[in-house]
């Protein structure tokens, strides 16, 4: 089985895609992550990556779908998830590309949706340690002593990107990017909606039955 996940921030594409991975074996892929993983083993791909990124520029579309594509290619026999990825619509013609030239197919595309409102709930009260960067969360996952970490004491701090105005901002190009998108999936009768705005516990039996739904 083989899914793209699309979601806001705070929708849980991430959680679903682990839970996914524990039940199902299937390898969760983030573009994110292989960029940030070449980069830091410094190969000749992350080398390039780091000298454009470095220059403040957005690393080419054709450079992710390389990583990608390896990517796929060895998780092929598992079954993927892509996290985040295609963002889009030129990625996700290149992806189609990918796809099509490793033999696989994209069994679906789940599309988790959230208001603003619980983004910026979900999102705007996480704190980061300062020291050891672990994640909390004012409200669903507090540190013990408040604006102190569990861990090392280190001060909790609100990065730059987690105020919301940051939020807000990045929440505007996604809808933008995302749109043409997820009109491009529902045409291919791939789109599943998700109403990922309850609590897990009420997510999950609806998630179950559409994954079954795919497997069939
Ligand atoms: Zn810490």
Known sequence: ?????????????????QYLG?????????????????VKAETETGKKAKEIMNKGLLV????IAELIEKKIEKEKNNGIILDGYPR???????????INHLN????????????????????GGRLTCKTCNKVYHEKFLPPKEKGKCDVDGGELII?????KQAIMKRLEEYKKQTKPLIDYYKEKGLLKEVDAEPILDKIKPI???????IEN
């Open 207 to 213: 998630f179950d039955e559409i994954i079954k739904e």
């Open 104 to 123: 696989m197919k994209i069994n679906a595309v789940i599309n988790f949706t959230i208001s603003d409102e619980t983004t910026f709930e979900r999102i």
């Open 22 to 38: 524990n039940t199902k074996g299937l390898v969760q892929i983030s573009a994110g992550d292989l960029l940030r993983a070449e």
């Open 159 to 163: 990065r730059e990107d987690d105020k």
């Open 88 to 98: 889009t619509l030129k990625q996700a013609e290149l992806l189609e590309n990918i």
């Open 60 to 63: 080419p579309d054709e450079l």
């Open 1 to 17: 089985m083989n899914l793209i996940f699309l979601g806001q921030q705070g929708a849980g594409k991430g959680t679903f895609a």
